[in-house]
């Protein structure tokens, strides 16, 4: 194990992560408690034909929950990288895993927050951003990391094959793990905040590290995001194509911040929809299948 972690820490762009306690040793049942009540609409995939729960992912300063899910027979899968919501790894990302599962993916959603608190459990969204905003993204990068080293010893995984996707907080690292990993063969980000405020722990945007990316990356984003102004999304996709990236932005007029969250008041079905065929067409078309 020591030689194992001593190849991840090679991995990070700087030094090594200072090893700390870890709050999140297990993931909460059901959903983030700040999000609820949960709507009426809240899609749910059973895991018949599958195998599917929870893992414990070995990292450079112990180990992390995390949640996967994978055809039960058969293999080894595409492997797809979930990266959660500010909501941490609760009940609608492990169904997304299942989703992708019933798809033929090996998906693997590490709780990224493992060390600085419980987001499922925060009472509100204040304390859910205070939590989520300490987390570091070196960290999350060689979390990544880890969790493809992971799952290529479970047998189940084509980790030659990896596709990333995240959505909210997780479509923002869903870019940066791009710009990160050059072996990510695909990427999908789904209304991931393109100008974060930066600081030591989030030095740069994805509009920062264009230059650098090498991953095809499909962007899919609300026209009517309050968070993430469309002539920000714009400006971006117009600095990818200047670039010559093997990119797309699609902007759904309508919808809102979360559009594809079906548990949430912020639900757009037929964007949901139509986002989520486009991802699996981007996986498929780029070698992730």
């Known amino acids: 194990m020591a030689d194992y972690r001593d190849h991840l820490a090679s991995l990070l762009p700087a030094a090594p992560l200072s090893r700390r306690a870890f709050v999140v040793t297990t993931l909460a049942s059901g959903f983030a408690l700040s999000a609820q009540p949960i709507s009426a609409e809240t899609i749910t995939t059973n895991a018949a034909g599958l195998v599917a ?36 790894v609760h009940e609608w990302i492990k169904d997304v895993c299942r989703r992708l599962a019933h798809a033929g993916y090996f998906a693997v959603a590490p709780s990224l927050n493992a060390r600085q608190g419980d987001v499922a459990k925060a009472p509100d969204m204040p304390s859910v951003m205070a939590i989520m905003g300490q987390v570091p993204d070196a960290e999350v990068a060689s979390d990544l990391d880890a969790t493809i080293a992971w799952a290529a010893t479970t047998g189940k995984a084509d980790t030659e094959r990896v596709g990333v996707t995240g959505f909210c907080w997780g479509g923002r690292q869903t870019w940066l793990y791009a710009e990160h990993n050059p072996k990510v063969r695909a990427a999908v980000a789904w209304y991931g905040p393109l100008g974060y ?87 498929k078309g780029h070698g992730v299948a």
């Open 197 to 283: 405020p930066t600081n030591s722990l989030h030095p740069k945007n994805a509009p920062d590290l264009i230059a650098q990316l090498q991953v095809p990356v499909l962007g899919l984003y609300g026209g009517a995001d309050a968070g993430i102004p469309k002539s920000q999304i714009v400006a971006f996709a117009a600095a990818l194509k200047r670039a010559g990236k093997d990119c797309q932005v699609i902007i759904y007029p309508d919808a809102p911040h979360g559009f594809a969250a079906d548990y949430r008041p912020s639900y757009r079905a037929a964007a949901a929809g139509d986002g989520w065929q486009h991802m699996l067409q981007w996986f």
């Open 53 to 88: 729960g929870e893992v414990q992912i070995p990292v450079v300063d112990g180990l992390i929950p995390a949640y996967r899910a994978a055809p039960a027979s058969g293999g080894p899968f595409p492997t797809v990288l979930v990266i959660h919501e500010i909501f941490g």
